[in-house]
DNA sequence: GAGTGGTCTAGACCACCCT
DNA sequence: GGGTGGTCTAGACCACTCG
């Protein structure tokens, strides 16, 4: 891991440990640079990097402060991690409801930008989070890129396994929102009435060389699903 | 304006103008800093400009290309720019339903980290686009940071006036999401039932000296609600 | 005016991709 | 192995904030 990101976890990590509140003043950049020996530009990448993770602002020509997430149980909408990531414990868990290979129709193929018959995996999946489902999942993978993929994968994280196993890094995501009324198999899931409303989030995820290797669809319960943005 | 926010915009411009694919190419390092005349760390900066506006990706040992929003007529959850920003032609409209001042209470005092009793300005609008109602809007601005409003700038583009009149710039911002029921007030100007759903958007704006001065509370049309994230 | 962040330069070396 | 992006340095100067 490069230097400014080491720094920059570091800082993190202590922001976090002693709970500083928002608002309170860092070190200046002289000093950050004497105490972690390296230069200004090297220090410069670590706020950059720190101001995007929204943990610091900077003010020119006052100094760097910390800034602090208002609301807990909230899912971060920037982090490009996939499910596991969003939740501190352990209590997300995912039951896998269908795992299978299929061919790109039309539109699968203009989403993840492959020619039409192109193999793909196909995954449906529930996630829970303290007991609770808050979404119904529906995935396709890229064979192209995710050379491999089985049941037992699917039953855990994919992400982590892709990164980890195959060493597919999320370069990039597109997203978008809107509101629908759920289908009766999604209501049926989400334990819906048809009459209710749940939020849809389309998500394309692309590896660190641009290819397109996930689009997912997925339902969100209109009474457990919270979400937030900092930038 | 900084040299590497110029080359950026001009870079971007260009992209738009030879309207680019997904994908092409671009120069490489070396051609851009003989390009504009400057130095290998200020393209640097540029390109990671315009990575963090979603206008490129870059591919470690291969190459600088083109990244593409594919769907049209979703707003940008990510740009800071208040409401007029998210449309290109000027086909949205805002109606003031509501302008006055109030002291914040208790909720409002949490929400804009000022003391209870702060002078506020209240905001209530109708957002059109294309003639079609999409979003309540009910804002409160601290007095202390935005010196001055009224009835007759609150009917225009609020955002605008706080930048070029006021300089106050956005430096970053907090954005919640949820569903819920509308209550009869609001499914009365969203021309909702109360059994219908509403996407709710809260939104703190902090200026670039770290002072938080809008809290929004948005709640949008579930037909007309569409919203895009890059990342 | 002293302190602090923001921009810019010139150059060295490393890590990765592709043919 | 040649090309390309990624990291890092050392130092200069500018722009803003605040007492």
């Known amino acids: ?73 909230y899912i971060s909408l920037i982090q490009n991690q996939g499910f596991s ?45 303290r007991g609770q489902i808050y979404c119904y999942e529906h995935s396709y993978f890229n064979q192209e890129v995710v050379s491999f993929l089985n049941q037992s994968i699917a039953e855990t994280s994919i992400f982590e396994y892709l990164n980890q196993a195959l060493h597919i890094q999320v370069g990039f995501s597109d997203k978008y929102l809107n509101i629908q009324s759920p289908s009766s198999e999604i209501a049926n899931h989400l334990n819906l009435k048809k009459t209710d409303s749940v939020l849809k989030i389309e998500e394309v995820y692309y590896s660190s060389s641009g290819k397109a290797f996930d689009y997912s669809k997925n339902y969100y319960h209109p009474d457990h699903a919270q979400f937030f943005i900092q930038s």
Chains 1, 2 share one sequence.
């Open 1 to 73: 891991m490069p230097k400014y990101m080491q720094i920059a976890d570091e800082i993190e990590r202590q922001i976090q440990t002693l709970n500083l509140p928002q608002g309170t003043k860092l070190s200046n950049i002289q000093e950050l640079t004497q105490t972690y020996q390296v230069s200004k530009n090297t220090i410069l990448k670590t706020l950059k990097q720190l101001e995007d993770r929204g943990v610091i602002y900077q003010v020119q020509g006052s100094g760097i402060f910390v800034r602090r997430k208002k609301r807990k149980g």
């Open 85 to 129: 990531s969003d939740f501190e414990d352990d209590s997300e868990k995912a039951r896998l409801l269908n795992f299978g290979t299929l061919s790109a129709n039309e539109h699968l193929a203009s989403q993840l930008q492959c020619p039409v018959g192109t193999p793909l995996y196909e995954v449906e999946r529930l996630h829970f989070f």
